[in-house]
């Protein structure tokens, strides 16, 4: 049984930091896509990091670049999100996904992804 369980989340001013982890069992994920995927309240489930099968890339959508850094700790089956400089606008529920359904989705797409781990909310307050 594959489980991915996310932790973490919280409450954090603008500015801020906080570090996202997704506990992975049952599944070898550092030969496929794992990432970051968030939703606010009446938007669409949207890519923030993905890693590239191997680790050695990672995908970054552009309001996060240069403050979240994805990373895995393949010892511990455990993927990480390292958020800084938070912003209000990264409110919202973060969710870890792994392994395509199929090789030719995009990874950055998040109705690409099989597994989900069931969330953890992220709020930012001024």
């Known amino acids: 049984q594959v489980l991915l369980v996310e932790s973490g989340g919280g409450s954090v001013q603008a500015g801020g930091s906080l570090t996202l982890s997704c506990a992975v069992s049952g599944y070898t994920y550092s030969s496929d896509y794992i990432g970051w995927f968030r939703q606010a309240p009446g938007e669409e489930r949207e890519g923030v990091a993905i890693?590239?099968?191997?680790?050695?890339?990672?995908y970054y959508a552009d309001s996060v670049k240069d403050r979240f850094i994805i990373s895995a700790d393949n010892a511990k089956n455990t993927v990480y999100l390292q958020m800084t400089s938070l912003k209000l606008e990264d409110t919202a529920m973060y969710f870890c996904?792994?392994?395509?359904?199929?090789?030719?989705?995009?990874?950055?797409?998040?109705?690409?992804?099989?597994?989900w781990g069931q969330g953890t909310q992220v709020t930012v307050s001024s």
């Open positions: 890693m590239y099968p191997g680790g050695g890339r990672a």
């Open positions: 996904a792994a392994d395509l359904l199929r090789s030719d989705y995009d990874p950055r797409y998040f109705k690409s992804y099989h597994y």
